[in-house]
């Protein structure tokens, strides 16, 4: 029963995938969402930076034709050393930001290390991997906190896609990181709205984590 609850609230909050025709996965880790894509037979471009994570993600893709991986860690400022912390649960907590309370969240989950990496911005890497935006519409994130850092260097690529699901809390669950209001605000400004909004975890106290899709106004349907 659990299993069918867990599939029927995937289908509700994915709604948007039979509408789309590619996606560009931003935090890929290592392509859980792979046989799910296929299904709907969605072009994936996905994005993971961690050296580790990103070779398991492309050895599970492989046989997947229309599905690629690149390595790249995307923040809002090209060529940018940063600091990379490391989670413990295999990497998928992993973030540019210190942990704060989702430490009161998920005590079981820590840092381990860092490594050293260059930022890109998502506009800078279309151009010089020469990816072809028309085929992507979608874009899938979970950057633990730094969305809106992300979102900020990827202003031109969002003027062709439709949809953005996006994993964001209530609470600053990392040090600096972005909530959900936060990309509410953003979005707006952008041009989207707010389309579902979907708590996967909530705690008394702390907060809720919420997975939310925004999708594009028509332009008859823009604020003037």
Not at 84 to 105: E, F, Q, T, W, Y
Not at 157 to 163: A, M
Request: glycine fraction near 8%; include cysteine.
């Amino acid at each position: 029963m659990r299993g069918i609850k867990r599939a029927r609230a995937s289908r509700r909050i994915n709604f948007f995938l039979k509408r789309s025709r590619g996606v560009i996965h931003i935090g890929a880790s290592s392509g859980q969402e792979r046989d799910l894509y296929a299904e709907h037979n969605l072009k994936v471009l996905w994005l993971e930076p961690i050296p580790g994570v990103f070779d398991q993600l492309v050895e599970n893709i492989r046989g997947y034709a229309n599905q690629r991986a690149l390595q790249a860690l995307l923040l809002d400022q090209d060529d940018v050393e940063v600091a990379l912390h490391i989670a413990s649960n295999s990497g998928k907590s992993s973030s540019v930001l210190p942990m704060k309370d989702h430490k009161r969240m998920w005590p079981h989950v820590h840092y381990d290390g860092q490594l050293s990496m260059r930022s890109t911005t998502l506009d800078t890497l279309i151009r010089r991997e020469s990816v072809d935006e028309r085929s992507y519409d979608t874009i899938v994130m979970d950057t633990q906190g730094s969305e809106l850092r992300v979102l900020m260097g990827a202003r031109s690529t969002l003027q062709g896609i439709t949809y953005v699901k996006v994993e964001a809390a209530d609470f600053e669950s990392y040090e600096g990181g972005c909530t959900v209001e936060d990309l509410s605000a953003f979005f707006g400004e952008a041009g989207f709205v707010e389309e579902r909004r979907q708590c996967f975890s909530s705690m008394p106290g702390v907060g809720s984590y919420f997975d939310l899709v925004f999708r594009r106004l028509d332009k008859a349907q823009q604020p003037t």
